[in-house]
C-alpha cells in the first residue's frame, strides 16, 4: 500500500531554535518528494522538491534530504521564526498516468517566542 | 503568472442541502485539475482529478460528483449534504505535461454541515 507517515505528529519550538521533521513514505513507482508548508486555513505551498538522485536541497532556512534506499526524508529549519508556525506536509509523486501525489498527514510546528 | 481561486472561502450548511464548489485557474490552458479534501489531523486525500473539458475521473465512491463544463473551471457538487462532508476543500492544478508536475493549491473552502 503507497504511504507516507510524518513524524513528530506536533511540535513546539522557541523561536531561533533548529528542528527536523520526518518523513518516511512505501511509494512505488516513486517520481519525486516534495515538502509543503500549510499555514491555518491556507492551501499548501511548495517548499522543495527532490529526484531519485538527489539527496539534499536547499530553500533559505530550509533544507530537505532524502534517502532514497532507506525511503526517508528530513526537513530541516535553521534559526526558527514566528512565521514558520504551519503545517509541514510531505507528499510523494508516482511516476506516469496523472500525477497521482500520496500525502502524509503533516507535522504541525508551532514556534512560540 | 497563474493563480487558482476558490469560492466560497466559508460555508455552512444544513444536512440534505445541495452544495457547489467552484474553482477556476488563469494564467494557463489544458491544466490537470484536482479537488481534495482534507480533514482534521489527516492528509489530503484525492477525491476527483481532471485531464480535459468533461473528463472527470473519482479516487474514492462518495456522495459528492465534480464536473468540469470550461478548460479552467471546476466545480465539486452534491445533491444533499452529509454530516461526514465536513472539512477543508482543495483545489488544485499542474501543468498536463506528464508525471511529477508540480501542483498549485488554491486557498481552499472550509465547509461545515450541520
Known amino acids: 500500500k503507497n504511504q507516507v507517515e510524518q513524524s513528530p505528529q506536533s511540535l513546539i519550538i522557541l523561536e531561533g531554535k533548529n528542528c527536523t521533521l520526518q518523513?518516511?513514505?512505501?511509494?512505488?513507482?516513486?517520481?519525486?518528494l516534495r515538502w509543503y508548508k500549510q499555514d491555518t486555513g491556507r492551501g499548501p505551498v511548495s517548499l522543495t522538491i527532490?529526484?531519485?538522485?538527489?539527496n539534499t536541497k536547499s530553500n533559505g532556512r530550509y533544507t530537505a534530504t532524502l534517502d532514497a534506499d532507506t525511503k526517508q526524508s528530513s526537513l530541516h529549519i535553521t534559526a526558527s521564526q514566528l512565521s514558520d508556525s504551519a503545517s509541514y506536509i510531505c507528499?510523494?509523486?508516482?511516476?506516469?498516468?496523472?500525477?497521482?501525489?500520496?500525502f502524509g498527514a503533516g507535522t504541525r510546528l508551532a514556534v512560540h517566542p | 503568472s497563474q493563480t487558482i481561486h476558490q469560492w466560497p472561502a466559508t460555508l455552512v450548511q444544513p444536512v440534505g442541502s445541495p452544495l457547489s464548489l467552484e474553482c477556476t485557474v488563469e494564467?494557463?490552458?489544458?491544466?490537470?485539475l484536482y479537488w481534495y479534501r482534507q480533514a482534521a489531523g489527516r492528509g489530503l486525500q484525492l477525491l476527483f482529478y481532471s485531464v480535459g473539458i468533461g473528463q472527470i475521473s473519482s479516487e474514492v465512491p462518495q456522495n459528492l460528483s465534480a464536473s468540469r463544463p470550461q478548460d479552467r473551471q471546476f466545480i465539486l457538487s452534491s445533491k444533499k449534504l452529509l454530516l461526514s462532508d465536513s472539512g477543508f476543500y482543495l483545489c488544485?492544478?499542474?501543468?498536463?505535461?506528464?508525471?511529477?508536475?508540480?501542483?498549485?493549491f488554491g486557498p481552499g473552502t472550509r465547509l461545515t454541515v450541520l
Open positions: 507528499v510523494v509523486s508516482m511516476t506516469g498516468g496523472y500525477n497521482k501525489l500520496i
Open positions: 518523513c518516511n513514505y512505501t511509494v512505488s513507482p516513486f517520481s519525486n
Open positions: 488544485a492544478w499542474s501543468r498536463a505535461s506528464g508525471g511529477s508536475s508540480e501542483q498549485f
Open positions: 527532490m529526484t531519485f538522485s538527489e
Open positions: 494564467g494557463t490552458s489544458n491544466p490537470n
